[in-house]
């Protein structure tokens, strides 16, 4: 008996792979987002992305109207039938969670789409998922960028007549804004994680 080679095992059916193909196929990496249909693997994180995601989590956490919002991390979101990236972290909306098992959220439940630029995923995150997301009608998305150790966020909002995003700010130090709800967050506590 021969195990199956990896490139047979995630081969593409004709078409691509959908959404619910996440769910299926034994044996993915973790992590493992939907784009366009084509299987996308995660490298190994830097120390920066893992920093930043726990200052980010932890503060949105403290922020966020428990009545109406969750904060999560490493679930994916289903966009379309072949979209179902998983983004660093989302705000969805409190009465999203199903129950334990699920594995993904629905666009519109999503309030905020947060991702960290790693080294393998500048093109992704800074050209393809905002594209994906705004036509998906997410109305946050934050990029954060590594600036000498240092986050930096680009912050963009969905326009209220086309599905793309417009720049609202771009935040060094704090991140200060009202929407989707009140924050303040002294970014430099990056340094004490």
């Known amino acids: 008996m021969s195990a199956e080679p990896v490139y047979e095992r995630f081969r593409p059916p004709p078409g691509g792979f959908t959404a619910d193909d996440l769910d299926r196929i034994p044996g993915l990496p973790p992590h493992t987002e939907l784009i366009d249909g084509s299987l ?3 490298s190994p994180q830097k120390l920066f992305h893992m920093k930043v ?3 980010l989590e932890q503060a949105l956490a403290l922020a966020a109207p428990t009545d109406r919002f969750r904060v ?3 679930m994916s979101v289903v966009l379309g ?7 660093d972290l989302i705000v969805v909306h409190a009465d999203a969670d199903v129950d334990n098992d699920q594995t993904w959220y629905p666009a519109d439940a999503v309030v905020l789409a947060v991702e960290v ?3 393998d995923s500048v093109l992704r995150d800074r050209e393809r998922k ?3 997301y705004a036509q998906a009608g997410i109305p946050h998305f934050w990029r954060v960028e ?11 909002t969905l326009g209220t007549t086309s599905r793309t995003y417009r720049p609202t700010g771009i935040f060094h130090g704090r991140l200060k804004l009202s929407e989707p709800f009140e924050l303040d967050i002294d ?7």
């Open 40 to 42: 996308v693997f995660v």
């Open 53 to 55: 995601l726990r200052l």
């Open 72 to 74: 999560r991390r490493e």
């Open 81 to 87: 039938p072949q979209q179902r990236p998983e983004p």
């Open 117 to 119: 630029v790693s080294p």
């Open 130 to 132: 905002p594209q994906i």
């Open 146 to 156: 590594d600036s000498s150790g240092q986050p930096t966020v680009y912050v963009h």
């Open 187 to 193: 970014l430099t506590g990056i340094d004490r994680i």
